[in-house]
């Protein structure tokens, strides 16, 4: 399968639209409160489409959107958070999304951007760090951390991000928020 990495923009209303389905189908299994429907999805690819904003997207050949990354520039632009990547669900595990994150790294150094920062939520038991409480023996429960159903924090350690905190009780009690970073910058001016 032939597939570039383009930049959306809101002159593109048939990608727009794929790209809210693709939010909801992608996120519909493990994180059902993320995009529940496709206005959901549309007014968040909306606010992906800001001018300070990073919005790119990965077209088969034949005009089809298979994935999505965006980010948000923070700390005048020094970080910029991947928010979010999604892949269709039935092209996961072939290269897509890790296009799209070198692809993302890139776009982020080129702004003069020195970290990439993610939340990764576990709502659904998926880490070791769901359904324990984070506040006992805090940091060796993140230093033994175990992927239990193929929770995405193991994709962006493969990528190079490291755990560099975690939000107890972020979607409830027991349902942690990981947050990663990396940094794709060497430039110390």
């Not at 919005?55 to 948000?72: F, T």
């Amino acid at each position: 399968m032939q597939m570039k990495i383009i930049t959306l923009t809101k002159e593109s209303e048939n990608f727009i639209q794929q790209a809210a389905q693709l939010l909801v189908d992608a996120f519909h299994e493990h994180w059902t409160d993320a995009w529940p429907s496709l206005e959901d999805g549309l007014r968040e690819i909306q606010e992906m489409l800001e001018v300070e904003r990073i919005c790119r997207a990965v077209i088969d050949d034949r005009e089809n959107l298979i994935g999505i990354i965006g980010g948000i520039p923070q700390y005048d632009g020094h970080v910029w958070e991947l928010h979010p990547l999604a892949v269709q669900p039935d092209l996961q595990g072939q290269g897509i999304g890790k296009a799209l994150v070198i692809d993302f790294e890139e776009q982020v150094r080129l702004r003069g951007g020195l970290t990439i920062t993610l939340g990764s939520d576990d709502e659904d038991n998926m880490t070791s760090l769901s359904g324990v409480d984070l506040y006992e023996n805090f940091w060796e429960k993140v230093r033994e951390v175990r992927n239990l159903k193929r929770h995405p924090f193991e994709f962006y350690e493969k990528m190079g991000y490291i755990i560099t905190g975690v939000v107890p009780d972020a979607n409830g009690i027991g349902k942690p928020d990981i947050i990663m970073s990396k940094r794709v910058s060497n430039n110390h001016s």
